[in-house]
């Protein structure tokens, strides 16, 4: 049975996506430590990160740096979070989020219930983070 992040990357569970390519997709966590948290999940379903080829893996380092200077960007936050986790989705994943201090790491503390406008605007202003990045979130092609 597929994982449900590969049911959200087919398009059969809804995913507000922030950026796509080849390899890897980024959309934003249901349960969101704080505005902006992103997952960056390779399209190749691999339960752990120490599993993955290891092309797929300097990618999926590679988006996630780029969504940590967006989500800093974004929100003017001093550092990225980033967390490898894996115990939620059984599907390789990294959490990208902004973060000011160590508390901001807390799972306890991730929300619930974000109304939707809230995460739309969380999306679009990751994606024009991307953009003044000079990364089209669509393809992850240079602008």
Same mark, same amino acid.
């Given at each position: 049975?597929?994982?449900?992040?590969?049911m959200?990357?087919?398009?059969?569970?809804?995913? #507000?996506?922030?950026?796509?390519d080849?390899?890897?997709?980024?959309?934003?966590?249901?349960?969101? &430590?704080?505005?902006? %948290?992103?997952?960056?999940? *390779? #399209?190749?379903?691999?339960?752990?990160?120490?599993? &993955?080829p290891?092309?797929?893996?300097? %990618?999926?380092?590679?988006?996630?740096? /780029?969504?940590?200077?967006a989500?800093? $960007?974004?929100?003017?936050?001093? $550092?990225?979070?980033?967390?490898?986790?894996g115990?939620?989705? *059984?599907?390789?994943?990294?959490?990208?989020?902004?973060?000011? %201090?160590?508390?901001?790491?807390?799972?306890s503390?991730?929300?619930?219930?974000? *109304?939707?406008?809230?995460?739309?605007?969380?999306?679009?202003?990751i $994606?024009?983070? &991307?953009? =003044? &990045?000079?990364?089209?979130? =669509?393809?992850?092609?240079? /602008?």
């Open positions: 049975m597929a994982s449900v992040f590969s959200i990357i087919n398009g059969d569970l809804p995913g #507000r996506f922030v950026y796509k080849e390899q890897v997709v980024a959309f934003l966590s249901i349960e969101p &430590l704080k505005p902006g %948290h992103t997952l960056v999940v *390779p #399209r190749q379903e691999v339960n752990k990160w120490t599993d &993955l290891t092309d797929v893996w300097t %990618h999926v380092a590679e988006v996630s740096q /780029l969504l940590g200077q989500v800093c $960007r974004a929100w003017d936050a001093p $550092r990225a979070g980033n967390i490898i986790a115990f939620d989705v *059984p599907h390789t994943h990294v959490h990208i989020f902004p973060a000011w %201090h160590m508390s901001d790491y807390d799972f503390q991730a929300a619930h219930d974000v *109304p939707a406008a809230d995460m739309d605007e969380a999306a679009e202003k $994606r024009a983070a &991307l953009a =003044e &990045l000079g990364v089209n979130w =669509e393809d992850g092609s240079v /602008l």
